[in-house]
Nanobody, 124 residues
Framework: QVQLVESGGGLVQAGGSLRLSCAASGRSFSSYAMGWFRQAPGKEREFVAA????????YYADSVKGRFTISRDNVKNTVSLRMNSLKPEDTAVYYC?????????????????WGQGTQVTVSS
């Protein structure tokens, strides 16, 4: 079992930055690929970014490439999402997720573990 707790959400003006963090507890964090997803009101949950268990591979949705950066610390058992140049359309609840398969995370296919989410609101 892996428990995930997100933090760092909040209200920010367009053009601003936020850093989301996800703390993982449980076994073998370094075995898991990690990802960030988001869900805006009235929309389906969508993939944002993923990182392999070693951190050597990273994937991003086209909508966030060049603005968001995913990283992880396998000593502290955390994964982060640095979000720059935020836009109102980035407003959503952001979820952290974990799975043994980077493919599952990157395609949001049958991901095993999810956090409870943290709200990000970008004002125009």
């Amino acid at each position: 079992q892996v428990q995930l707790v997100e933090s760092g959400g909040g209200l920010v003006q367009a053009g601003g930055s936020l850093r989301l963090s996800c703390a993982a507890s449980g076994r073998s964090f370094s075995s898991y690929a990690m990802g960030w997803f988001r869900q805006a009101p009235g929309k389906e949950r969508e993939f944002v970014a993923a990182i392999s268990n070693s951190g050597g591979s990273r994937y991003y949705a086209d909508s966030v490439k060049g603005r968001f950066t995913i990283s992880r610390d396998n000593v502290k058992n955390t994964v982060s999402l640095r979000m720059n140049s935020l836009k109102p359309e980035d407003t959503a609840v952001y979820y952290c997720a974990a799975d043994l398969s980077i493919s599952s995370v990157a395609t949001m296919n049958r991901v095993d573990y999810w956090g409870q989410g943290t709200q990000v609101t970008v004002s125009s």
